[in-house]
């Protein structure tokens, strides 16, 4: 039943003379009215239907009152708009918008509500792979990974001549006895090391990991995947993997050579690489000290382990000294300016601020890509990726994976993917043209999504009243023009 609220008046302050109430008594009103846009995007992109297509329903027909494709849409909409827990959907399923957007006014059954509540969706999020009594419902985890890629190529009018692979882990923190639980010294905590894989702005795979793992671990697989999914439409694409040290493994970079991928990552320092820029750290001190700003110097040179790697590779070491000050701002420094402080003392001609010694190995050749350009241009540009990340989890919730098994993690995992590939679709079709052409998924769900509607529904149209006082009819006039004319 809808929840009953309190239509008793509220008073307030007065203002000029007027006194001010308020009591729930508007009606049918819903606060999300903008994601009517993320509608019409499904309705170009075809993302939700697609997604329940990876789901296998077996259920007895004749007793289902919310379809696969319902719930999942529901979902997703729910994450999209900012809702990530299974429990606000018992007052959801009450929101006009949300049976607008399922395509379902009213339920068959009088105790069901058009759309579904908590506890219908949480045995969607923990399908087994076999049918139980209570779970009938089990997704196919191979057809979820490839739509995220089918979903990437359809973007795309034209193939282009080379696209950049980002890989990352990152942390998932978790506060329970969930299967899969390991401390993480790095992060301090413990949680789930999913591996992340985008190409610019598009997410290729969210893979949910335990984190008593390598950061690389499983990104050989997951990259065959991807580029054999990929070369099967695009067969001329070059494709470059970029990632940071935590990825320069033999067999990663093995498996590349052999295959015809170029990779370019981060390369962890160690004394031999130091000393190999020795010259270009001294160069790059006297230029600070002379100019009293940061220097840097790149040198290229050929490099293999003692042990660890088959052959010589080439590496791009960047030599940079940085100014007492900004040495003194990083605090993970600390044992680096105590040492720079000792060596002061002890060699009073030595330069003010310290080392800063990075270095990448890459499968680039010199000829076409510089020292410096390969990295400040190209290997420092993967940072982006961590921005992309953050909007899966802060803005999206990706890290919400309170589940007890990996399984149904994992399912939370791709809910809040998919829900990115969706805001991210609006983004690059419907708001293109507009100010929120680069915004963040939160940003579009702030100032696109979030808006007010009286909601009247009559014989012949259901109208949503949005608020006259939206600051942004511009964009969403501008998006909605442009998503109708995609989906024609």
């Known amino acids: 039943m809808p929840t009953q609220c309190s239509t008793e008046p509220f008073d307030f302050a007065r203002v000029e003379g007027h006194k001010v109430v308020a009591s729930f008594d508007g009606g049918t009103i819903t606060s999300d009215a903008g994601a009517l846009l993320l509608g019409q995007t499904n309705r170009v992109v075809r993302l939700v239907d697609r997604f329940a297509a990876c789901f296998c329903d077996r259920r007895r ?3 289902i009152e919310h379809s696969v494709s319902t719930l999942i849409g529901q979902r997703l909409y729910g994450i999209a ?54 779970h009938k419902i089990s997704y196919e985890a191979a057809a979820v990974e490839a739509l995220f890629v089918d979903l990437f190529l359809e973007a795309h009018r034209t193939a282009p001549a080379q696209i950049i692979l980002d890989l ?36 290729l795979a969210a893979k949910l990991r335990r984190a008593n793992i390598d950061a690389s ?36 970079m093995a498996w590349c050579e052999a295959n015809d991928i170029d990779y370019l990552f981060g390369l962890a320092k160690n004394d031999r690489l130091i000393e190999e820029i020795a010259t270009e750290l001294a160069a790059a001190a006297q230029d600070s000290e002379q100019s009293g700003k940061p220097a840097r110097r790149f040198k290229d040179f050929s490099y293999q382990t003692r042990s660890s790697w088959s052959c010589e590779r080439r590496v791009v070491g960047k030599a940079e000294w940085m100014t007492p000050s900004l040495a003194e701002s990083d ?39 510089k020292a410096q350009d390969l990295y400040e241009r190209l290997y420092c540009a993967r940072g982006e990726m961590e921005n992309r990340i953050k909007e899966c989890q802060l803005d999206l919730f990706a890290d919400r994976t309170s589940a ?43 100032k696109v999504l979030k808006i007010g509607a009286f909601v009247r529904v009559s014989v012949r149209r259901i109208k949503f009243s949005m608020a006259s006082a939206f600051p942004y009819t511009d964009v969403f006039a501008a998006a909605w023009a442009t998503l109708d004319k995609a989906a024609r």
């Not at 923190?173 to 190409?199: A, K, M, T, V």
């Not at 050989?220 to 990825?247: H, M, N, T, Y």
């Not at 060596?343 to 000829?367: E, I």
Request: charged share 25%.
């Open 217 to 252: 671990a499983g990104a050989i697989e997951e990259v065959e995947r991807i580029a054999g999914q990929i070369r099967v439409r695009w067969p001329k694409v070059r494709i470059l993997l970029r990632a940071d040290s935590g990825f320069a493994r033999e067999a990663l």
């Open 61 to 63: 027909p004749d007793l």
């Open 404 to 446: 007890h098994t990996m399984r149904a993690n994992q399912l939370r995992l791709w809910f809040a993917s998919m829900a990115y590939v969706l805001v991210s679709a609006l983004r690059r079709i419907g708001l293109a043209k507009t100010r929120f052409a680069d915004a963040t998924c939160g940003t579009i769900r702030l």
């Open 331 to 369: 605090d993970t420094t600390r044992r680096a300016r105590a040492k720079a402080a000792k060596a002061a003392a002890t060699d009073p001609a030595r330069p003010a601020g310290r080392a800063n010694p990075r270095f990448v190995v890459t499968s680039l050749p010199a000829a076409t890509h």
């Open 81 to 134: 708009l900012g809702y990530e827990d299974l429990n606000d959907h018992d007052h959801l399923r009450h929101d006009p918008l949300f049976a607008v957007m399922a395509g379902k006014l009213r339920a068959r059954r009088p105790d069901c509500a058009a759309v579904a509540g908590k506890s219908t969706l949480n045995r969607l999020e923990l399908s087994k792979p076999e049918p139980t009594r209570y």
């Open 168 to 203: 990352d882990a990152t942390d998932d923190p978790i506060h329970g006895g969930q299967e899969g639980r390991f401390f993480h010294g790095y992060y301090d905590s413990y949680c789930y090391l999913p591996l992340y894989i985008f190409c610019g702005r598009h997410l």
